[in-house]
């Protein structure tokens, strides 16, 4: 394992920092898409039936948005690595949109799971 250095670490900082000015640079200049996986009151495509869809239909739905996002990120990684794509931003930005889609998701099966277990320990 390698040891960490005074100086190795100030550039990997370095590098970080060199990073997250660029992220903001192109944040700032608005080329990234603020469209949310799923819009409040959006129509879910490929739902059918009842003019309200069912919680089960919209967890559906979001999880295929995230698997869809993740698949995204990693064919534009993919590319990138492939010397198909020079297009880094646009990789490291889908990459983001991925995994905080995924982090939510997580969150959201964490609450239902801490809303089950209190059903299950109510006194009847």
Do not use: W
Request: no cysteine; proline share 3%; glycine share 6%.
């Amino acid at each position: 394992m390698d040891n960490i250095t005074a100086i190795g670490m100030q550039a990997r900082q370095q590098a970080m920092l060199d990073r997250m000015h660029n992220t903001a640079a192109v944040a700032s200049s608005g080329a990234l898409s603020t469209t949310p996986l799923i819009a409040p009151g959006a129509s879910l495509s490929g739902i059918t039936g009842a003019s309200q869809p069912s919680f089960s239909q919209v967890l559906n739905s979001a999880i295929d948005n995230v698997d869809a996002a993740q698949h995204a990120a990693g064919a534009k990684q993919k590319a990138i690595e492939l010397g198909q794509s020079d297009d880094l931003a646009g990789a490291m930005i889908e990459s983001q949109k991925a995994s905080v889609a995924f982090s939510a998701m997580m969150q959201v099966r964490n609450k239902l799971t801490t809303a089950l277990d209190e059903v299950m320990n109510t006194p009847l």
